[in-house]
């Protein structure tokens, strides 16, 4: 099976989205890469952060230097420059982001196993018309149609990931990522898929 560590790889006491996490993941000989989320601060930085809270701070309030000196946030920088062949998964919380800043910061780091996603379309359709080089994905697209899915990969609910939409995807070449509540064997059927879990 393929598995894609959701935040890192979180095992002796390692927290969740640090470069430890992803360090963890890529010594891992079972993960196939990792997974993080980014969000935008005050000064259009990209910090690794799931919340748009880290504890009683707004993250878009506050710089990154700040974030890092009070809660040790890596920047996306110094994620990219992690070397490993695995795949980096990349996830953007934000809607209203810096576009060109972003994309100046993958062509920087650019290796192609480095994929971008996001739960909202806009964001990824702005990064294909401004001619990002790196794999572009959208969560949750099944619940509309295949047909008009124009990106190199997709991630889906566990619950929706019926064996059909899998097939359908991957018969236009389009990757598959599985996420969800994935923590017994009868959801890890598909060889053929990633499944991002939170334990490997």
Do not use: W
């Amino acid at each position: 099976m393929k598995f894609i560590a959701h935040r890192g790889l979180r095992k002796n006491g390692i927290k969740e989205n640090t470069l430890a996490s992803f360090q963890a993941a890529i010594e891992e000989e079972k993960a196939s890469g990792f997974e993080f989320d980014i969000r935008v601060t005050k000064d259009k930085e990209f910090v690794v952060n799931h919340n748009a809270f880290i504890k009683t701070d707004l993250i878009q309030n506050k710089t990154a230097k700040y974030l890092k000196k009070k809660y040790q946030l890596s920047t996306l920088e110094e994620v990219l420059s992690l070397e490993t062949t695995k795949i980096i998964l990349v996830e953007i919380k934000d809607i209203d982001i810096p576009y060109e800043k972003l994309i100046a910061i993958f062509q920087k780091y650019f290796k192609p196993n480095i994929y971008v996603m996001s739960f909202h379309n806009k964001v990824i359709a702005k990064l294909k018309e401004l001619g990002i080089k790196n794999k572009l994905g959208i969560l949750n697209y099944v619940l509309n149609t295949t047909e008009d899915y124009t990106y190199d990969f997709i991630c889906l609910l566990n619950n929706l990931a019926f064996p059909k939409v899998i097939k359908e995807y991957q018969k236009r070449h389009i990757e598959v990522f599985i996420y969800g509540i994935l923590n017994e064997e009868k959801d890890l059927n598909n060889a053929t898929v990633y499944y991002i879990v939170d334990n490997i």
